[in-house]
């Protein structure tokens, strides 16, 4: 718990405000979750503050909640290009994602249980950036990643708007998302190690390494 609690705050997430009057504020709740390996151990115990969204209303505390992911026949395809050309294809994960949505609605939420500042009991938390369970929680995160991707030079694919290409001719890189995973794959090494670092420098993520996915595991 103190660790999520450290990774909200770090984000900049909210700010502790007192209720504007006419608003009404979201529950927040702990979930719990373990985690085990292929073996069935337990290899981590993870708590996640989540946002009570099923108490949000449409056209008050939200407006879209769309967000573009890739089809599965996307992602075959791009697999089989690189198959095709011989191209190393990354996996990269983007860590507590929907935690850099940025929010253009005007959100409060109660202050997280077991986390009330003292003597400040009565006021709210104003949501700069959104929260797992919030409903436009999706949207927003795909709208940051759509942002960084497009000012780190790519494009999307017209037919496939959850594809994103960079450069052309021999630095040609592709980037296929689904939510918080990314697939990456090019003819240049040197171009897929340098958004590698892109990124890292701006979420938190996860490097999964280069994948052997004509076998389906990890290279080592």
């Known amino acids: 718990m103190m660790e999520e609690m450290e990774s909200i705050e770090s984000n900049k997430t909210w700010r502790l405000v007192p209720l504007p009057p006419g608003h009404r504020p979201i529950g927040l709740k702990w979930v719990y979750k373990v985690k085990k390996d292929a073996a069935g151990d337990v290899v981590k115990h993870k708590a996640r503050l989540v946002a009570k969204g099923y108490v949000q209303q449409p056209g008050v505390d939200f407006d879209e909640v769309f967000a573009l992911v890739a089809r599965i026949e996307s992602v075959r395809l791009l697999l089989a290009l690189a198959a095709q050309e011989g191209w190393p294809v990354h996996h990269m994960d983007v860590k507590s994602a929907f935690l850099n949505g940025e929010l253009v609605e005007e959100i409060y939420v109660r202050q997280p249980p077991g986390f009330t500042v003292v003597g400040h009991e009565n006021k709210v938390l104003r949501l700069d950036k959104a929260l797992y369970c919030l409903r436009q929680a999706p949207r927003a995160w795909n709208a940051k ?69 004509y076998l389906g595991i990890e290279v080592q």
Do not use: P, W
């Open 145 to 213: 990643l759509h942002e960084t991707l497009v000012a780190l030079g790519f494009s999307h694919s017209t037919s496939e708007h959850a594809v994103y290409a960079h450069g052309k001719g021999a630095s040609r890189l592709l980037v296929g998302v689904y939510v918080d995973d990314l697939i990456i794959t090019g003819n240049d090494t040197n171009e897929i190690a340098k958004f590698k670092q892109q990124m890292s420098s701006r979420f938190k993520m996860s490097d999964l390494g280069l994948l052997c996915f």
